[in-house]
């Protein structure tokens, strides 16, 4: 079965740091672009950031740019999330999402990891 | 504060039809393709539309998608009670040079 599987949330101080991973299995992860999608307490889904199939190409949301850093291993079907600086407003449940069509056509999803950022 | 508007929510009773629209731009819907997705509490959101009209593997013919100019609209006919849930339109916008989720629309089947 298609798997995505996340870890690495927790609780976090404001300012601090936290490394989020994605283990993929049973399909070829290098074929795809992948995505990390967030949604926040009571709030709806957003858009966090993407990296193609190389690693080469990374697009990030306003709200997290050059704060966070998505990165990915082929050899090891993983996808990375380093999120920086965090923020109160960072806190929400992270999904790992597998890009399967055209302009984010996201087709698999994982079943996300918690971050919360409190002191 | 997102760049595409849908509406809160929409409702309908059981049988019946409801449409969400998506509205955008030309900095995103108007120049990329739109998918659609459920989001029942508790559970993963589910793509039931990609690529502006096309139904995803397994989901019914009850859910359509279409587009024109800069809004999209997601329809479901014969509404069922195990459709209530939120639902959000997404594409690219070049001007963000991101992905962007549309607001959520929560449905209600009265």
């Known amino acids: 079965e298609v798997q995505l599987v996340e870890s690495g949330g927790g609780l976090v101080q404001p300012g601090g740091s936290l490394r989020l991973s994605c283990a993929a299995s049973?399909?070829?992860?290098?074929?795809?672009?992948m995505t990390w999608v967030r949604q926040a307490p009571g709030k709806g889904l957003e858009w966090v950031a993407n990296?193609?199939?190389?690693?080469?190409?990374?697009r990030y949301a306003v709200s997290v740019r050059g704060r966070f850093a998505i990165s990915r291993d082929n050899a090891k079907n993983s996808l990375t999330l380093q999120m920086n600086s965090l923020r109160a407003e960072d806190t929400a449940l992270y999904y790992c999402?597998?890009?399967?069509?055209?302009?984010?056509?996201?087709?698999?999803w994982g079943q996300g990891t918690t971050v919360i950022v409190s002191s | 504060q997102s760049v595409l508007t849908q509406p809160p929510s929409v409702s309908a009773a059981p049988g019946q039809k409801v449409t969400i629209s998506c509205s955008g731009s030309?900095?995103?819907?108007?120049?990329?393709?739109v998918s659609w997705y459920q989001h029942l509490p508790g559970t993963t959101p589910k793509l039931l539309i990609h690529?502006?009209?096309e139904r995803f593997s397994g989901i019914p013919d009850r859910f359509s998608g279409s587009k024109s100019s800069t809004s999209a609209t997601l329809a479901i006919t014969g509404l069922q009670t195990g459709d209530e849930a939120d639902y959000y339109c997404?594409?690219?916008?070049?001007?963000?040079?991101?992905?962007?989720f549309g607001t959520g629309t929560k449905v209600t089947v009265l």
């Open positions: 999402v597998r890009v399967a069509f055209e302009d984010e056509g996201m087709d698999v």
């Open positions: 049973e399909f070829t992860f290098s074929n795809y672009w």
């Open positions: 990296i193609n199939q190389g690693g080469n190409n990374k």
């Open positions: 030309s900095s995103n819907i108007g120049n990329y393709y």
């Open positions: 690529d502006n009209d």
């Open positions: 997404v594409t690219w916008d070049r001007s963000l040079n991101a992905g962007v």
